[in-house]
């Protein structure tokens, strides 16, 4: 797959606030990407530099092989952005708000782009009604539907979930999904691990102004420990001894009174079976078993204490 | 540039749906005038000494001042909204025209002040309103009411631009029209306290509104008078729009 957007040593301050402290990455054509960070972390600033909202202070952005500080006019025309706050006119019809959008791309019948659309999102029922009645899913669907209009080549989606109930968001994550499998190259930010996990097939995670990770959601699992067992025996008896029988092993955690021990294992089967096959044949009775998986969440929580140990 | 067009033609319709959409703003921009001139006309019009005038002549131009500064309002409130609901942030990643979204919102909050004072003038013919103003001195009017009408709407966009909260815009509009009984447009100044009188005759308000009001009773007006409106009012309209025009592109290259 070819790379859409490129990013190279990307900088941008406000006044004595240094956001964006150098970031480097490019995303793929057609996956979705996920730019993974905290409240503040810069990835709003990021989006607005590549969508030509803002300007950068040094480094180097291009999309669809046109450069973001010079090219700005043949960048609007390969993307579609849609902010954090989904941006309709409240006091126009959902149709009114897609032929608005529909004019101003130029496209030739904005009036039959419009119906296509509301009947694609499922807001027909509510085409006439004012979009400032529209339930916040609502919204979000008709800023989608109009980021669609023009057929961009990239789509940035800042935050499309925030404030979104359960039922909204998962409808949110099928669009997104549909829309990748047209083709469309999916820029995403956001703050839910969730969400990213659900999604996204390239991660960036942006802490503190710089690129911290970046990779698949098992690429960056597996920075990681991986296979943590966490075993419960029944008695302190059997729990002592094995707790010797496991001295070759990092112990991750132990709790004397729920008698249980976690270890760091390669979390191969080979090795889990024989530790298993230890304790029966020294007949060490147990109660529970399990493999823990590193979340995305672990590795988030993970990069981002080690960079606040690191800075201190 | 056809493009242009195109897109300040697709603003422009977008702005005029909104203000259809909300006729509340139009009706309240005719609704305190209206009662303004009810209660003029009804309860201090018998008392007032304004030197032979027919009242409603007389009272007319002060009225039209608040309903056209009233009225700005609504356009002032709008553009602020759009700046600070994002939806300026969409279109600014479009391929548009960046004085699209400005001469949309100017277009029509142009018709709207005209219309405004159209109804304003047909409603006065109602309680008593008796122009003596010629052919000429009515394109005459109709002229500097224009110019009136444009220097205020950019005011509003620039409010509206500059402003933090739509509810500051609002408020800030409110006060200036409240200006307007400081000036000769709602009682003559002679009876006014000396420092008043001498704010009140040389406020941007007063030229406009002395020289409508030699116009609507077929005077020839003064020509001070005339030349101290066309400096004020299109110096406001030159400083308001280069203001506008900074202040935009300022807010949005952050």
Known sequence: MSTIISVSNLKKSYKDNEVLKGISFDVKQGGIFALLGSNGAGKTTTINILATLQKADGGEASICGYDCFSQQRDVKKSISLTGQYATVDGSLTGRENLKLIGRLKHIKNPQEKARELLEKFNLTDAADKPASTYSGGMRRRLDIAMSLIGDPKIIFLDEPTTGLDPQSRIAMWELVKEMSSQGITIFLTTQYLEEVEHLADDIAILHEGKIVAHGTSDELKEMLPQGMLKITFPCLDSFLKAKSQLDRYSIANEDEKEYSISILTSGKVDEITNILLGFKSNNIELKNFEQLKPTLEDVFLTIIGYEKDGGK | ?254
């Open chain 2, 1 to 254: 540039m056809q493009n242009t067009i195109k897109d300040i033609k697709t603003m422009s319709w977008r702005c005029m749906l909104n203000a259809i959409k909300t006729p509340d703003s139009l009706i309240m921009s005719l609704v305190v005038p209206v009662i303004l001139l009810l209660v003029f006309v009804n309860v201090f019009g018998g008392s007032m000494d304004i030197g032979g005038y027919n009242f409603v002549n007389f009272i007319i131009p002060g009225i039209m001042v608040n309903c056209l500064i009233q009225s700005s309002s609504s356009t002032g409130i709008g553009v602020n909204k759009d700046m600070t609901t994002g939806i300026v942030t969409r279109f600014r990643s479009m391929d548009i025209s960046n004085v699209a979204f400005l001469a949309g919102h100017v277009l029509v909050a142009f018709i709207k002040g005209m219309a405004t004072v159209a109804i304003l003038i047909g409603v006065s013919f109602l309680v008593g309103f008796r122009p003596l103003a010629d052919l000429p001195q009515w394109l005459f009017i109709i002229g500097l009411i224009m110019l009136f009408v444009m220097a205020n709407t950019w005011l509003a966009v620039m409010l509206g631009v500059m402003m933090k909260s739509a509810e500051s815009v609002g408020g800030f509009i409110a006060f200036y029209a409240v200006l307007v009984f400081l000036s000769p447009g709602m009682a003559p100044t002679e009876n006014m306290p000396r420092a008043l009188q001498i704010f009140a005759e040389n406020q941007p308000m007063a030229p406009f509104i002395t020289s409508i009001r030699s116009l609507v009773n077929g005077h020839a007006p003064q020509g001070d008078q005339v030349l101290a409106t066309l400096l004020w009012w299109g110096g406001i309209l030159i400083l308001t729009f280069i203001a506008t025009v900074y202040a935009y592109k300022k807010k949005l290259t952050v």
